[in-house]
Nanobody, 119 residues
Framework: VQLVESGGGLVQSGGSLNLSCTASGLTFSSYAWGWARQVPGKGLEWVSG???????YYAYFVKGRFTISRDNAKNTVLLQMNSLKPEDTAVYYC??????????????WGQGTQVTVSP
């Protein structure tokens, strides 16, 4: 199983970035996919998730600003991030299988992509 992320970078506060994660080696459409992030000095936290039926989850701190989607034909999960804030600065990871719980656990992880939001 391989998860390849792209789309991170440096953006000013209020700006937007789109993250992409393409998976191979598993039946993409059968899995719930999530994006987690890690701020330096802190643990991983779930940001958003999307289930096979396309129902979604958003952490309270990104609700209304981030949008998760999936393209089963392309084995890709996307995270559109708008109105970014400096506190969104973190390494973002794509992972499966996502589940709505406090502890972040998953079987497979991407390599991570850095998102930096300047004031």
């Amino acid at each position: 199983v391989q998860l390849v992320e792209s789309g991170g970078g440096l953006v000013q506060s209020g700006g937007s970035l789109n993250l992409s994660c393409t998976a191979s080696g598993l039946t993409f459409s059968s899995y719930a996919w999530g994006w987690a992030r890690q701020v330096p000095g802190k643990g991983l936290e779930w940001v958003s998730g999307i289930y096979p039926d396309r129902s979604t989850y958003y952490a309270y701190f990104v609700k209304g600003r981030f949008t998760i989607s999936r393209d089963n034909a392309k084995n890709t999960v996307l995270l559109q991030m708008n109105s970014l804030k400096p506190e969104d600065t973190a390494v973002y990871y794509c992972a499966t299988e996502f589940a709505e719980r406090t502890d972040v656990q998953a079987d497979y992880w991407g390599q991570g992509t850095q998102v930096t939001v300047s004031p």
